[in-house]
């Protein structure tokens, strides 16, 4: 039985095949099958990555190597029962492993999801305005409270050496994230945070220091450390000041002292992106507007703790 449904298959394989050369139609639908099929199973095996089910699979493809094996070998019985486990075994699958399954097509089903697997996804633009936007949000509340900081954003030159120095931590980017990380004594808040592809890539990472006689005796490790990383790639370095809150960037090997926050995201968009509109500075207010709500919310519920 096993054997016809085999000859059946391989059959129906080449037919289709052969039918591709008929009209240039069918190249077309081929290429456009093979396409959709492969963003399957790559966004299937990201998801699969992410839970229990990822196990599973290596077992299931292990399974059907030995049962390919087994039958290639003519090992028939060993064949029987292999191909029965896996003939009932789906059932059963779907089964014990309802919860995942119902979880991923309830996030496949998601507005987000649908949106990035057919490419309507904001584009990378926007994402890079409104992480700039909320780099300077973080800046400047910590130059308020005179946090020192130290924020790069990777560009063409690859930083890798420099992320392996760190803690990596592949996170969106946000301005609480950014205050937090810099706390002075916590165990991220000596280092510079690296931004890749509009991720925080990595934080408490080590960059070189520059040393040139002509760069002023009074700076201190941050900011040679900006000059430095700005010197040896073509990465853009925010500073802020520990001892006096002022924010300082660094570019080309130049350091452009006590900026303000209008400077630093006009500096920052022309460095990284197209220039200011104002939609641009609409959605900034926003960010900013939702971080100083949520740090009004944060200080009444201390309050409320310590009443």
């Not at 039918?19 to 456009?32: E, K, Q, T, Y």
């Not at 584009?123 to 909320?134: A, F, G, P, V």
């Not at 690296?194 to 040139?212: E, F, M, S, T, V």
């Not at 995201?265 to 100083?292: A, C, E, G, M, Y």
């Amino acid at each position: 039985m096993f054997d016809e449904l085999n000859t059946g298959i391989s059959g129906s394989i080449s037919d289709y095949f052969k039918s591709l050369g008929d009209s240039p139609w069918n190249i077309i639908a081929f290429i456009v099958d093979i396409s959709l099929v492969i963003v399957l199973i790559y966004y299937f095996i990201k998801f699969a990555k992410e839970t229990k089910v990822w196990q599973l699979i290596k077992g299931i493809v292990f399974l059907i190597i030995i049962t390919f094996l087994s039958g290639l070998l003519k090992l028939k019985i060993l064949n029987y029962l292999l191909t029965s486990v896996m003939t009932y075994g789906v059932m059963a699958l779907l089964i014990i492993f309802q919860p995942e399954l119902r979880r991923g097509l309830e996030k496949l089903g998601t507005t987000n999801t649908f949106s990035r697997l057919f490419g309507m996804e904001k584009n990378l633009q926007d994402q890079t305005k409104e992480n700039i936007y909320r780099v300077v949000i973080a800046a400047e509340e910590m130059s308020k409270t005179k946090t020192g900081a130290l924020i790069v954003f990777e560009r063409d030159v690859k930083l890798q050496d420099i992320i392996e120095t760190g803690i990596a931590m592949d996170s969106q980017i946000s301005p609480q994230v950014l205050v937090n990380i810099f706390v002075p004594n916590t165990p991220l808040h000596d280092g510079a945070v690296i931004i890749r592809n509009n991720k925080i890539a990595a934080a408490a990472c080590i960059l070189p220091l520059a040393d040139d006689k002509d760069i002023a005796k009074n700076l201190g490790t941050r900011h040679r450390s900006a000059i430095g990383i700005s010197k040896e790639s073509d990465a853009i370095a925010v500073v802020v000041s520990e001892e006096t809150g002022k924010i300082s960037i660094a570019k080309d090997g130049t350091l452009i002292a006590d900026v303000s926050e209008d400077s630093l995201k006009r500096i920052l968009k022309k460095q990284l992106i197209n220039p200011v509109t104002k939609s641009n500075k609409n959605t900034f207010k926003d960010l900013k507007k939702r971080f100083i709500e949520r740090k009004e919310k944060s200080k009444n519920e201390e309050h409320k703790n310590n009443d």
